[in-house]
């Protein structure tokens, strides 16, 4: 059975700081891996996709990597900022055509 | 245009109540999904529509009843709920019905049972 873990749970930064959220997953057997970003009592935004033949995906100032025989993904963020501040949730997509998520890390940026 | 709507926002009901909730999309998406999300957890799976059929029910109690009417809308009718049922209820729909698309997700109904 799939079981994906995001640590930290949670992470305090200043502002301006680049920082790393991480993702592990037990079964390598993915498609894909999605990242999202979710506001308190917001539903959730997708940052990014990365396909399971591919190494890394960017967008802007996010940078997400995969390593599928480690079982790892990173989700990288330059120059943080207070608007930044939301959870992050990790999921990897399989054979079932479900999304496993990861339990979530709070990220508060502060000014 | 990658938006799913979901309606209402808020919704308060009683235990002896029936209510709808709704999602819609118009992205030509073809698996649309439901999920519960309880709070400081990740959201969970609750049924899984493709090409307007239930293709997958994780073990939902029947006091939730999805329907699919056509390609762009999706509903959920409640019946009977239990307080344990309070939660944020999101909708979300993928690009194709393969598994290497892309999840978009509704801005989700806030459900209380009282």
């Known amino acids: 059975k799939q079981e994906v873990t995001q640590i930290p749970a949670a992470l305090s930064v200043p502002e301006g700081e680049n920082l790393v959220l991480n993702c592990s997953f037990t079964d390598s057997a993915i498609y894909n891996l999605q990242w999202f970003r979710q506001d308190p009592g917001k539903g959730l935004t997708s940052l990014l996709l990365?396909?399971?033949?591919?190494r890394e995906q960017t967008s802007g100032r996010l940078n997400a990597s995969l390593d599928k025989s480690s079982g790892r993904s990173t989700l990288y963020i330059a120059a943080s900022q207070p608007g930044d501040s939301a959870t992050y949730l990790c999921?990897?997509?399989?054979?079932?055509?479900?999304?496993?998520f990861g339990t979530g890390t709070l990220l508060a940026v502060q000014p | 245009d990658t938006e799913v709507t979901q309606t209402p926002k808020h919704l308060v009901m009683g235990m002896t109540n029936k209510k709808s909730l709704k999602c819609e999309q118009h992205m030509g998406h073809r698996a649309m999904y439901w999920y519960k999300q309880k709070a400081k957890k990740p959201p969970e799976l609750m049924f899984v529509y493709s090409y307007e059929k239930l293709s997958i029910n994780e073990s939902v109690p029947s006091r939730f009843s999805p329907e699919c009417p056509n390609s762009s809308l999706l509903n959920l009718h409640l019946h009977a709920l239990q307080p344990e049922d309070s939660a944020l209820y999101l909708c979300?729909?993928?690009?194709?019905?393969?598994?290497?698309?892309?999840?978009?997700f509704g801005p989700g109904t806030r459900l209380t049972v009282l």
């Open positions: 990365i396909q399971s033949s591919q």
């Open positions: 979300a729909s993928k690009t194709g019905t393969g598994y290497n698309n892309e999840q978009f």
């Open positions: 999921a990897v997509g399989g054979a079932t055509n479900k999304l496993i």
